[in-house]
């Protein structure tokens, strides 16, 4: 997150009355329980209502989003709303938006619905056999790539989960030849400069934000 970075702006939502129910800046449906098979195969997925405010700082008044003093200004609302300007949403990525991701997958999942919502996205994706991991932190299916990830704060276990994912995506690669699977590791900007003795693909909010393709 080397650009200069703009504070939320708390005033941004110009209303929206031709939606019916919560608009997606304050409420939406996330798959829940999903297996990786299931994803690839366009299969129906299971979802779950979740709340995009970590703070519960929202109110809805005459169709307009409502912010009240308890937000913290991660800004994951304001990427959320369905009349965002794109060319502004790194701009809104901070640490207080990583801080929430790192907390709660859920709200990675909309993070990453929000920014490509052509794609399949899902939290805790389960994986059916013997592996040391059974849930992949985050998926991302876009264009017949499927991205694996993991969020983490700890550099020092990359190596753990480098070999755990991989495992899956050897196992995958064989079932699903036409799918290009890829890992990643997402961690905190502050992390970024920190040398490592391993081989690691380590990406934060804005190189993941850039590899998977905007």
């Known amino acids: 997150m080397s650009k200069e970075r703009i504070s939320m ?15 997606k800046c304050i409420i939406q449906n996330i798959p829940s329980n999903s297996y990786i098979e299931d994803i690839i195969e366009n299969s129906e997925l ?3 209502e979740y709340f995009i405010c970590h703070k519960f700082a929202q109110g809805f008044e005459n169709n307009k989003l409502v912010i009240t003093p308890a ?8 990427i959320a709303c369905c009349k965002k300007t794109p060319a502004a949403i790194t701009s809104l990525f901070n640490r207080k938006l990583e801080s929430v991701l790192f907390r709660d997958l859920g709200k990675a999942s909309i993070l990453f ?5 052509s794609a399949i996205v899902a ?27 993991k969020l983490i704060k700890n550099l020092e276990k ?10 899956v995506i050897d196992t995958y690669n064989k079932l699903y030849p036409n799918i290009n699977f890829t890992y990643g ?25 850039i590899k998977v393709g905007w």
């Open 113 to 117: 619905q929000s920014l490509f919502p």
């Open 158 to 167: 990359i190596p753990f989960y480098s070999r755990s994912y991989g495992e």
């Open 71 to 78: 937000c913290d200004d991660c800004g994951l609302c304001q």
């Open 185 to 209: 590791n997402l961690i905190p900007t502050s992390k970024l400069n920190v040398k490592l003795p391993f081989d690691a693909q380590t990406y934060d909010l804005e190189q993941l934000f």
């Open 9 to 23: 702006d708390k005033n941004f939502c110009i209303g929206c009355p031709e939606v019916k129910d919560m608009p």
């Open 123 to 149: 939290s805790e994706v389960q994986v059916k056999g013997n592996f040391r991991t059974k849930r992949i932190d985050l998926v991302i299916f876009l264009n017949k790539t499927a991205y694996l990830i």
């Open 46 to 48: 299971k979802y779950s």
